[in-house]
């Protein structure tokens, strides 16, 4: 089956009018929330500022990344049965995953909607698109349970979700019996060994022809000993023994993009719930701005084993998507060798779910930050950064970051 009747010539592209909207009605809706990106889009296709065009293979898909300013070579892919189209998704039918440090975008083979999630002001907005035929593009806005059984009912915990399913050659998610109760998947971020990530993902690339859980089927014996199958497609660079790759945006699913997800997912469920909670309760405690700071710093990343081989067109386009130095630098350079980046502070202290931190909020995290880089106060928690670490993104910061130097 087909994602989508091949009715058109696969060059037939419909672009939609502004004026289809124009009687829509959404425009008169009253103020938009410019935190939420979906929000922002739909106002300007209301407004007949952009359309968003439809083409047979991906339906709105590619326009929707576009205007959105998503990457495609962020794809990633998932084959567990483990969100909300489990039916449609499984190891033929991988479930596609793109991102920006704004916006997650899921689509998946055969379905009527896309998946769109983002953090904003009052907590994550959920959307679908619809997206089976050329029209008005549709969003719907989902609260309460729709998506929050899964991501969190107050739009807060757990968020963005990046987890590790050991999952049979179906796609199913098998228990993992030696823990009790048992567990159908784990969380994974940049402190998970890497010999732990990605079961129920296809993973592209290889870390240093080690094991991870990616690409593979998996059983337990009663001894609760698992079983791996397909064991050699760890260091797979290619997926077209697996399925149908023509039917997706990139023949890949990148182990750095990968990497860059799980460190970003979890950056952002810390920094959401961090700017919503200190705004709804005035207060952000030092333990909290503790957290905060030994994730943006990658104090707890797991070591890696060796060198990291993925698509360097990937990995060129992120590196130049944030600001650099005089001398280069920048906080999104990756190192690949022995941790992810090269500069071990989170890029994404220059995204918006960081800039949107009450001031209050924003002020102490800067102070104890530029404390830590100062080489003051180091606590055991924050030994593992070099002296040339913190020296090298203090003069990141100082050049790059206006609002941080203003701060002291
Ligand atoms: C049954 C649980 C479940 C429900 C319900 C659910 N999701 Fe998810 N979603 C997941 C899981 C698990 C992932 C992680 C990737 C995977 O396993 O497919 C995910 C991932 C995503 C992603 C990619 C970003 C990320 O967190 O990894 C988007 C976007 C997304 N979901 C949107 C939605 C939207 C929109 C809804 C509601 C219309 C929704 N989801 C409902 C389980 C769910």
Not at 124 to 149: I, M
Not at 225 to 251: C, I, K, M, Q, W
Not at 373 to 386: C, H, Y
């Amino acid at each position: 089956m087909r994602f989508l009747p091949r009715l058109f010539a696969s060059s037939f592209l419909v672009l939609l009018t502004a004026g289809a909207f124009a009687q829509d009605g959404k425009a008169a809706r009253g103020a938009i929330d410019r935190s939420d990106p979906i929000a922002v889009l739909e106002d300007r296709i209301v407004n007949g500022r952009t359309s968003l065009g439809f083409e047979p293979d991906h339906g709105f898909l590619k326009a929707l990344l576009q205007q959105l300013d998503v990457d495609p070579r962020t794809q990633i892919l998932v084959f567990s049965k483990t969100s909300l189209q489990d039916k449609l998704i499984g190891p033929q039918t991988p479930r596609a995953i793109y991102f920006n440090d704004r916006v997650a975008v899921g689509a998946v083979q055969n379905s009527t909607v896309l998946e769109i999630m983002a953090p904003a002001r009052n907590g994550y907005v959920f959307y679908t698109l619809q997206n089976e035929s050329a029209g008005s593009p549709r969003f719907t806005k989902h609260e309460g349970a729709d998506c929050g059984r899964c991501h969190g009912a107050d739009a807060l915990e757990p968020g963005l979700i990046v987890a590790s399913t050991p999952v049979a050659r179906d796609g199913t998610p098998v228990f993992i019996p030696r823990d009790r109760p048992p567990r159908l998947f784990e969380f994974t971020d940049h402190t998970t060994p890497v010999a732990d990530r990605w079961g129920g993902w296809y993973v592209t690339g290889s870390h240093a022809g080690q094991p991870h859980l990616g690409n593979g089927a998996f059983t337990y014996d009663e001894a609760g000993v698992r079983h791996v199958h397909n064991a050699d497609a760890f260091g797979a660079a290619t997926l077209a023994g697996y399925f149908d790759v023509s039917r997706y945006l990139e023949p890949t699913s990148d182990i750095v993009a990968l990497m860059v997800f799980e460190h970003q997912a979890r950056m952002t469920n810390m920094l959401l719930s961090a700017g919503v909670m200190a705004t709804r309760t005035k207060h952000l405690s030092a333990a909290a701005v503790e957290d905060l700071l030994a994730y943006m710093l990658f104090t707890d990343e797991a070591p890696l084993q060796g060198t990291v081989t993925g698509d360097k067109a990937f990995q060129a386009a992120f590196a130049s998507a944030g600001p650099r130095d005089t001398a280069k630098r920048a906080l999104r350079d990756f190192d690949l060798n022995t941790r992810l980046f090269k500069y071990p502070l989170s890029y994404m202290i220059y995204s918006p779910v960081f800039a949107a931190l009450p001031p209050f909020a924003k002020q102490a995290v800067y102070a104890r930050l530029l404390e830590i880089l100062e080489g003051q106060g180091v606590t055991p928690r924050f030994a593992r950064l070099s002296a040339e670490d913190r020296r090298n993104i203090l003069e990141i910061l100082q050049a790059t970051k206006p609002d941080f130097t203003a701060a002291h």
